[in-house]
């Protein structure tokens, strides 16, 4: 992996403070203590900045137009960022001891402003400058809570030098939960997902979907949809997933008969699906540990419904769309075949399959990635074919560097908004405000949570509208009796849901530029096969069963009512029954659609009767004389490329 900015001499800076990071990250998650030093929990953290903060002005320029090397003002931050935290690191036994957090010495004063501003610089390079805008004005919200004229706004005052030094030295800002959970958890999942992709794994994953889909009707498609949510929950970012499957994925999906558009919607809303999938999702998932207080385990496996049906629901759209519009698979003799495939990939599905083993039975999600990681890399290392190299490693090392440099970036700057609203206690009061706004009614709450996830989800990051949804939303659904896991996936999967839906849809404009399409009719193609997305949220919401919070058999029951439930919305959507091979009347593809969104629904009673429509209406089209066909769609004109734009 090249970055134009890094030059030989900054490349092998970023790859040695990565190195420095995670070999510090390792004693502190394994309690090793080297030299017989042993680590604070802050200090631990101000040396995790101190590494991967300063690397983000190497990394990231201060303009996206910007050209050329590392220019000597982000030289200054990057050694500033340095100096800063070590100087905290450095001190922290004084700062818990003496109270520095409320009354600090004036060089501690000083790095508290720097501190602040480095992160706040470092959030505006990685996440954009709306969230920045966002984290910034909340950090200062405690500077004028007191004189607020509504009721439920107004908060405890702080001076600005006590207000920087909370922010700096303080266990709810820079150093709060976010911060801790990226430092003990998030870091090992990060290089996790690097590993894979930079030892093979994300070819071997399109090639194993390939060689198990691709000749199916439709298969370029259904291969999208498979290698897509898959390396997705590597890379944790849809359109960074867009940006490594879709050259592979969108020109064969054209050669076999998609229309552009459809290719890339397809693309674009399998790629979004990877940061709701475990066992590694995206950053989010890893923040709730810390704000629901179970194990990521425990979350893992209460997102792994969902996902599916996620899934599910688009892989049943593309085959319904295939049967209507009779597209056919790809020639078996150009796609590779399993065995082989999976001959020479093993060691990526054991790693998976020994990530999951020991979340579940080693119970340690802070040790499990770095174990897994260890154990690729010496496979990777012996194995003959497709060897890790020298410079692969290396390549590897600076690729987890920028990731980790980036998450970093973000998380301690999201720290910012829970330090802005906890310091000056208005987090505690709007939770309830919401409640009472709404008039206790849950439906409501739902949907405007959602429509704020959703334009929240327009301007920030995931990370960044959970962070700020957990303490203001996630309480106000649970205090209406919502699950607390399901309300936090709640949020975070009406987050992602901006990737795909007008007007930012970052991941369909990328997935657009790829196949020389239309944004906004991607985007529309997009949501349109991603429609169970926006279903989904509310049944496991309404009924947390879903994600699996209740007994066995309600869990069985509603699985597999939720299975069929699914296969139902998705041949209405696309007006094609599969399994029966017919099309759908108007008035079945409606009645279909409500039969199964009924039985996605918390009733057993709404269930049944959702099971029995379902089957009326696969009846009726089953033996009613056949639609006639509609018009064939125009393939695009242009010529197919394989080729990044």
């Not at 036994?93 to 602040?116: M, R, T």
């Not at 985007?523 to 496991?540: D, E, H, N, Q």
Request: some cysteine.
């Amino acid at each position: 992996m090249r970055n134009e900015r890094c030059n030989t001499f900054w490349r092998t800076v970023v790859i040695a403070f990565t190195v420095l990071g995670v070999a510090l990250t390792v004693c502190q998650v394994f309690f090793w203590q080297p030299f017989g030093i042993s680590m604070l929990r802050h200090q631990f953290l101000y040396f995790v900045l101190a590494f991967f903060l300063s690397l983000v002005f190497l990394i990231y320029p201060a303009r996206k137009s910007a050209t050329g090397g590392v220019p000597w003002y982000d030289v200054l931050l990057f050694l500033a960022s340095i100096v800063v935290n070590v100087y905290f690191g450095y001190n922290t036994e004084k700062i818990i001891n003496f109270g520095w957090d409320y009354a600090s010495p004036p060089l501690a004063v000083v790095f508290s402003f720097a501190l602040w501003a480095l992160v706040l610089e470092a959030l505006r390079r990685c996440a954009g400058v709306a969230v920045t805008v966002i984290a910034g004005v909340s950090s200062i919200y405690p500077l004028f809570a007191e004189v607020i004229p509504i009721g439920f706004l107004q908060g405890i005052a702080f001076e600005l030098d006590s207000a920087a030094q909370m922010h700096a030295m303080g266990t709810v800002s820079i150093l709060g939960l976010p911060l801790q959970t990226a430092g003990s958890i998030l870091i090992g999942f990060l290089l996790f997902g690097a590993a894979l992709r930079y030892t093979g794994g994300a070819t071997f994953f399109y090639q194993l979907a390939q060689s198990l889909l691709g000749g199916s009707r439709g298969g370029p498609a259904k291969v999208s949809v498979l290698s897509s949510g898959t390396l997705g929950m590597l890379s944790g970012s849809a359109v960074s997933n867009v940006l490594t499957t879709g050259p592979m994925t969108i020109p064969a999906m054209k050669r076999a008969g998609f229309p552009g558009k459809y290719a890339a919607g397809i693309e674009a809303t399998a790629s979004s699906g990877g940061t709701i999938t475990p066992p590694i999702m995206g950053a989010a998932a890893f923040l709730m540990v810390s704000f629901v207080g179970v194990p990521y385990a425990e979350i893992a496996l209460a997102a792994a419904i969902p996902a599916f049906l996620y899934f599910l629901g688009i892989f049943l759209q593309v085959d319904a769309h295939a049967g209507s519009t009779k597209l056919r698979g790809m020639p078996r003799a150009e796609l590779p075949r399993f065995l082989p495939v999976l001959g020479g990939g093993w060691p990526y599905l054991l790693a998976l399959f020994g990530l999951i083993a020991l979340l579940v039975v080693y119970r340690n999600e802070s040790q499990a990635p770095f174990i897994i990681v260890a154990a690729l890399l010496l496979v990777s290392v012996l194995k003959r074919a497709d060897r890790l190299t020298l410079r692969g490693f290396l390549d590897l090392v600076f690729g987890a560097g920028k990731t980790i440099a980036e998450i970093i970036g973000i998380i301690a700057g999201v720290g910012l908004i829970v330090g802005g609203l906890s310091m000056s206690g208005v987090s505690l009061s709007l939770a309830r405000e919401l409640v009472a706004v709404v008039g206790g009614s849950l439906v409501l709450m739902l949907i405007a949570g959602a429509v704020t996830s959703f334009v929240l989800g327009m301007g920030m990051t995931v990370s960044a509208v959970y962070v700020f949804l957990a303490i203001v939303l996630a309480p106000a659904l649970v205090e209406l009796g919502v699950n607390p896991i399901a309300a936090h996936l709640f949020v975070i999967y009406w987050a992602t849901v901006s990737y795909i839906t007008p007007p930012v849809a970052l991941a369909s404009f990328a997935a657009a530029s790829i196949a020389g399409t239309k944004p906004m009719q991607t985007s529309l193609t997009a949501m349109r096969f991603g429609m169970v997305k926006y279903v989904i949220p509310f049944c496991f919401a309404l009924n947390p069963v879903l994600v699996g919070q209740g007994g066995f058999g309600e869990v069985v029951f509603a699985f597999g009512m939720a299975i069929l439930g699914v296969w139902l919305m998705a041949c209405s959507f696309e007006g094609w029954l599969v399994g029966v091979g017919r099309r759908m009347h108007w008035v079945a593809r409606l009645l279909g659609g409500l039969a199964g969104f009924a039985m996605l629904a918390p009733e057993t009673t709404s269930s049944l009767l959702g099971l029995a429509a379902g089957i009326v209406v696969a009846a009726v089209t089953r033996l009613a004389p056949p639609l006639p066909e509609p018009v064939a769609q125009d393939v695009d004109p242009e010529p197919v490329s394989s080729e990044r734009p």
